[in-house]
């Protein structure tokens, strides 16, 4: 028993911050667990003795942390190698602008712009175009044939200039969509946090300016009529505005305080020496009966016996040392970059496409008279019937195809509100029939 208090010593003395309080707490447990009787033999449970008071929590500094160094970068894996897809095909190519050296004289009716060579317009038949010269020699009308060496046109308004001209560039007229839906409003953004208010001293107020000297009043007039108003003195000069006083220097801030240092963890109170009572003297058997008939003695009261304390919880050990991290692997080839694919045969040119023989691009002009709403479409005799394929406008603004329509007559006659009074009424044929 000796040995197991040397020991239990040892143990205690590893927690050096606890010093000597820890030492004298191991060496009352060990007189404690020495004080236990032997156990008596087993008999009725007897009453459970109290248990010792905790003791206090005790106050140690905490251990430093182990400091293990970090591992080396491995290197880059090798990246891996692949080649470049092919090069697509070429987009077919699409001119915005077409230029024309046809003679044109800048006035309403059918003509063909031929091309300064081949083209691949962007409109098409039924297009509405401008033919400009010139900033101030602009005409536009609507596409009846197009081609890649051709465009015919009816010109259906003069938008300014005149004369007879050879440099043309044919382009889509700048017609006005409709006005897109609204777009849904943006979430308003946070308030930015106000700012700090600027300390510094305020300026003192400039000196007031010398009063201007007053203008002399004028002399009084001769009795009987009134006498003219003297003239008004001369404006005094205004007095010159102080200047501003000189910004106020701002304090430095303080400098920032000291942390104070953590205070140490305190020493782990000794466990309590409450003891547990010894076992009871076990109970005798009583005699073996008739089955059924005998009665069992009662169990005996356990004994109360003294429990020994626990042992002080030995010192933890030092952290190991974190291993290095292997090295990286070297980085690997770059693959080559793969051919670029050759471009593909460009395709034949079509062929020029020839103007047939129909009533597309018919013009008929007319003037309104505020009463008259059909109108013959004079040589017409049995063009087609549906509306979508005449162009209507009045005074240039372009009338929507369910606002007219084309009478089943020989010549064709066209059905449109009244047309006011002096207005013009343009009807371009975009129909082959």
């Known amino acids: 028993m000796k040995d197991c208090c040397n020991e239990t010593i040892i143990v205690a003395s590893y927690a050096r911050s606890a010093k000597e309080s820890a030492k004298s707490a191991a060496y009352s447990a060990c007189l404690a667990q020495q004080a236990i009787g032997a156990s008596g033999a087993t008999g009725a449970t007897g009453v459970i003795g109290l248990n ?13 942390t182990g400091i293990g160094a970090t591992g080396a970068t491995g290197a880059t894996g090798a990246t891996g190698a692949g080649s470049t897809g092919s090069t697509g095909a070429t987009g077919l190519k699409v001119d915005a602008v077409v230029p024309s050296n046809s003679t044109t004289t800048m006035v309403l009716g059918l003509y063909n712009f031929t091309h300064t060579g081949t083209f691949n317009p962007v409109y098409g038949i039924g297009s509405y175009v401008q033919v400009v010269r010139i900033l101030t020699q602009v005409m536009e009308g609507y596409v009846t044939f197009v081609s890649p060496t051709v465009t015919q046109i009816q010109i259906t308004k003069i938008v300014s200039g005149s004369g007879t001209y050879s440099q043309w560039n044919i382009s889509l ?3 006005a969509g409709t006005t897109g839906a609204t777009g849904i ?3 308003n953004g946070a308030t930015g946090a106000t700012g700090s208010i600027g300390v510094g001293t305020q300026g003192s107020t400039g000196a007031t300016g010398v009063q201007g000297i007053q203008g002399s009043t004028g002399s009084t007039g001769i009795a009987g009529g009134q006498g003219s108003t003297g003239a008004t003195g001369t404006q005094g000069i205004q007095g010159a505005t102080g200047s501003t006083g ?18 140490a963890t305190g020493v782990t109170g000794a466990t309590g020496l409450g003891t547990t009572g010894a076992t009871g003297v076990a109970g005798g058997n009583g005699a073996t009966g008739a089955t059924g008939a005998g009665t069992q003695g009662s169990t005996g009261a356990t004994g109360v016996g003294t429990q020994g304390s626990t042992g002080a919880t030995g010192a933890t050990g030092v952290t190991g040392l974190q291993g290095s991290t292997g090295a990286t692997g070297a980085t690997g080839v770059i693959g080559l970059t793969g051919t ?10 079509g062929a020029t496409g020839v103007i047939p023989t129909s009533n ?29 394929l005449y ?33 013009i009424l343009v009807v371009v044929s975009l129909s082959t029939a």
């Open 52 to 64: 010792g008071a905790t003791g206090a929590t005790g106050i140690g500094a905490t251990g430093a």
């Open 173 to 175: 007229a700048n017609v």
């Open 185 to 187: 409003a943006g979430i």
């Open 246 to 263: 000189i910004q106020g220097v701002q304090g430095t801030t303080g400098a920032t305080g000291v942390i104070g240092l953590t205070g």
């Open 340 to 349: 670029t694919g050759a471009t593909g045969a460009t395709g034949p040119q």
């Open 360 to 388: 597309a691009g018919s013009v008929w002009t007319f003037t309104g008279d505020g009463s008259t709403t059909t109108w013959t479409l004079t040589g017409n005799t049995s063009g087609s019937l549906v509306s979508a």
């Open 391 to 423: 162009i209507a406008q009045i005074d240039g603004v372009l009338q929507a195809p369910a606002n007219y329509t084309i009478n089943n007559v020989s010549p064709r006659t066209l059905t449109i509100s009244t047309v006011p009074s002096g207005s």
